[in-house]
């Protein structure tokens, strides 16, 4: 009698949480052991800080970044890994019905956000989408089947945003892109030309209907330009509209 296939197993996954409300570090341990992840869990930033920016240490697949943290709150822990140049895939705890926690959140690099209290099938989601951005991005084209579809790819000039590989080239230089910058991005860019208000990126992008500080979304056009303009002072792709919000121009004349 043939034998049933043997199921194969994905490497596990390594799961950093940074959370000092030690009955909530625990239960998410426990349920994402559950979900066959390796978790490891530590009380402050600075401990993060240190894990994270330390090449000797195994790399981690996901981090689970509380903003209220003693020391250093999740806020500066964020700014201060992608300053180093650590892009690892971030869902970002925040306080509940504050937008400005969450903008600031993904001003500072955060991929995804939640906010608390959360429901535990809603976070295990959010962590499984993160890493499936991540396995996506670490294909090799012979790892790609057929049935996965075209690298998304953006050209313009001498520029060009891979979508999947989370990446900006201009010219040599090469800039990771967190996922909602990747996102901001495509949603100016599919709109080329067209004046974008900063309520409808706030709505569509973030996702955020409150009555939200819109002024926030500028810290993040500020960091986009930097990577797209040669002079980011006098913007030629990422043009700021007065009093509505923004518009993408790939080929800018002159
Ligand atoms: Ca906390």
């Known amino acids: 009698m043939p034998l049933p296939p043997t199921p194969t197993h994905a490497p596990q996954e390594n799961i950093l949480i940074v959370e000092d409300e030690k009955h909530l570090a625990e239960g998410l341990r426990f349920n994402l052991e559950a ?3 390796v978790v490891r869990t530590v009380e402050t930033g600075e401990e993060a800080l240190e894990l994270l920016l330390d090449k000797e240490q195994p790399p981690f697949d996901v981090v689970v970044l509380d903003v209220m943290l003693p020391g250093k709150d999740g ?5 201060e890994l992608r300053h180093a140049g650590q892009y690892v895939p971030t869902l970002m705890l925040t306080a509940r019905g504050r937008s400005e926690d969450i903008l600031q959140g993904f ?11 959360f429901e535990l099938s809603i976070l295990i989601a959010r962590v499984r989408g993160l890493l499936r951005r991540k396995q996506w991005a670490g294909q090799t084209p012979a790892a790609v089947t057929p049935k996965a579809p075209q690298r998304d790819i953006y050209v313009f000039g001498d520029k060009s945003i891979n979508y999947d590989q989370l990446e900006l080239r201009a010219g040599e230089q090469v800039y990771p892109l967190t996922l909602m910058e990747a996102n901001i991005l495509r949603y100016l860019i599919d709109r080329a030309g067209e004046t974008v208000s900063r309520k409808i990126m706030l709505q569509e992008v973030w996702g955020l209907h409150e009555d939200t500080d819109t002024r926030a979304i500028d810290n993040f056009i500020v960091r986009l330009r930097r990577y797209l303009e040669i002079d980011p002072a006098h913007p030629r792709h990422l043009l700021t509209v ?6 993408f121009v790939p080929f800018p004349e002159g």
Do not use: C, H, I, W
């Not at 001003?107 to 209290?117: E, F, I, Q, R, V």
């Open 75 to 79: 806020f500066t822990v964020m700014q």
């Open 35 to 37: 979900e066959n992840y």
């Open 107 to 117: 001003g500072a690099g955060a991929d995804d956000y939640l906010s608390k209290p």
């Open 242 to 247: 007065r009093g509505v919000g923004y518009r």
